[in-house]
């Protein structure tokens, strides 16, 4: 290829090769260029380097945060539940889980146990059948206590009264989740139930020959 001077002083040639070479020495420098950048890139960002997120379930959330830490990792609590087979105030869940891998400064998510059963209203079991009133006691997270049978000629198997801690329940009362709640339930059986004598009395029977 040749370029000519325009001013007539005579003209500079350059060949194939030359170009090819000024050519290939600016790709080059370009992408050097690049290079460094994405390298700096990868540095800053920690690019290919992943931490062992470590197990902390079961530790107080003072032990889960330096534990954390310690493997260059955030903690933050999500939420509070209570969990009965948990000790009270350890975790019981994380996110992400352990054992993922994630990035350095990493925030682990961490769901603590309260400790504290949470309360509910009493339901009101009175004239409803047994079997209902036990899907019921089950449902609400309740537990089937003592069964008290009582006559009742009409109410065949329903429940009359229900009692917690010895007391007599009312609808609405709020009780702590897990309670035990005791049933009395009608039965229209009377024979079922002994008979005594409210007149009968021991110490007035004389004993044969005995005299007064």
Known sequence: MAIRNTKGKGVKTLSAKEIGIQVGLILGASALVLWGI?????????????????????????????????????????????????????????????????????????????????????????????????????????????????????GNNLVLAQQYKGQALTEGTLIPKGSIINLTVASTDESQFAETDSTANPDSEMLEGEDL
């Open 38 to 154: 994405f390298a700096g890139l990868s540095g800053y960002t920690h690019h290919n380097d992943y931490i062992k997120v470590p197990d902390v379930s079961g530790l107080s959330f003072d032990e889960a945060q330096i534990r954390l830490e310690q493997a260059g990792l955030r903690s933050q609590i999500m939420d509070s539940v209570y969990n009965e087979k948990a000790r009270a105030y350890t975790i019981i869940e994380q996110n992400p889980k352990a054992s993922e891998m994630v990035k350095e400064d990493r925030r682990i998510y961490l769901v603590i146990n309260t400790g504290n059963k949470p309360k509910i209203k009493a339901p009101n079991l009175v004239d409803m059948s047994l079997t209902l009133a036990k899907a019921i006691i089950k449902n609400r997270g309740l537990v089937l206590g003592q069964i008290s049978m009582a006559y009742d000629p009409i």
